[in-house]
């Protein structure tokens, strides 16, 4: 087993190394910059379009109409069965003089309401919003087990956004992925250069009798340092960007698209972090492994 002083004067050597090959190393530091800048603006993109489409699926409602001449303690029955039906999201009951009022409103024209108030055609309904679009249908064949409901909703509209969906999150998951792959591939082969500038270092200590471990760890110490300067980077672009991105437009932008918030930059902070520790600490480390691997054999 390796001595605490070993480890600790190879940390040290790895330290020396990065900085000695310092040109190289930020190199290799920018690569991994330039990929994760691109993979994180695309996760934001990506992260947004999938909470507009969220939004957008908990406005598209349920209608559940009430049949004439029901009692007000039934309707409160119906009202908390809907509420503690599975997925569903909100219930709201809108009276028939309600329902009146937001149709003469509608029309721009307030004596309808006087016109109709005692002789009302409009019945009372629930306007019920689901968790998401993919449970529409389940809580619509529970509502159509209560007798006093009729029950109306967009079952084209749900299938062709439920197709939407999918398809956007597919794309993205493809999109990221293809990402990920151009930006390991591009790393490691930074870092394979990096190794092969030092490759006679490398044959100089094989031939003194160091050990494959010996040689390797202050290089997969620099692939550590590197990768933390690679995560680091970005990370701070993209927070500061995306924060003076939501000042600047977020809330017009919102508004231009019916009132849909954009997702809080804690919450793409929380999906990129780990994602960019992964892959930038991860390929440092497993570049500098790889690209090595074959210098040893001499």
């Not at 009146?100 to 005692?118: G, I, M, V």
């Not at 990096?194 to 270092?201: I, L, P």
């Not at 590197?226 to 939501?246: A, D, H, N, Q, R």
Request: aromatic share 8%.
């Amino acid at each position: 087993m390796m001595k605490w002083s070993t480890v600790k004067y190879l940390c040290k050597e790895g330290i020396l190394g990065l900085w000695k090959n310092r040109l190289m190393a930020l190199a290799s530091a920018g690569t991994i910059i330039l990929c994760l800048l691109i993979l994180g603006m695309s996760y934001s993109i990506a992260k947004n379009i999938e909470s507009v489409l969220h939004q957008v699926e908990t406005q598209i409602g349920i209608s559940a109409y009430l049949r004439e001449n029901i009692e007000p303690t039934r309707i409160t029955e119906i009202e908390n069965k809907i509420k503690n039906t599975d997925y569903v999201l909100e219930v709201e009951y809108i009276s028939k003089e309600d329902a009146l009022q937001k149709f003469a409103s509608s029309q721009e024209d307030d004596t309808l309401f006087e016109q109709f108030k005692n002789d009302n055609p409009l019945p009372a309904s629930f306007e019920i919003k689901v968790e998401a679009m993919q449970y529409q249908e389940e809580v619509v064949k529970k509502l159509q087990n209560i007798p006093e409901l009729q029950v109306e909703y967009f079952k084209n509209e749900s299938i062709i956004f439920m197709s939407i969906n999918h398809s956007v999150q597919l794309i993205s998951s493809i999109l990221i992925g293809c990402l990920i792959v151009i930006a390991l591939l591009l790393i490691t082969n930074t870092i394979k250069l990096t190794v092969y500038v030092r490759r006679k270092e490398i044959n100089i200590m094989k031939y003194l009798g160091a050990t494959d471990t010996f040689i390797r760890l202050p290089f997969v110490i620099e692939g550590i340092l590197i990768g933390i300067i690679g995560c680091i980077v970005p990370t701070w672009v993209i927070k500061e960007g995306y924060v003076v991105f939501l000042d600047l437009i977020g809330d017009a932008l919102g508004n231009f698209m019916g009132g849909m918030q954009l997702v809080p930059i804690a919450e793409i902070m929380q999906g990129l972090i780990p994602m960019f520790g992964l892959i930038g600490i991860g390929i440092g480390v497993l570049g500098s492994a790889i690209a090595i691997h074959k210098h040893l054999k001499v």
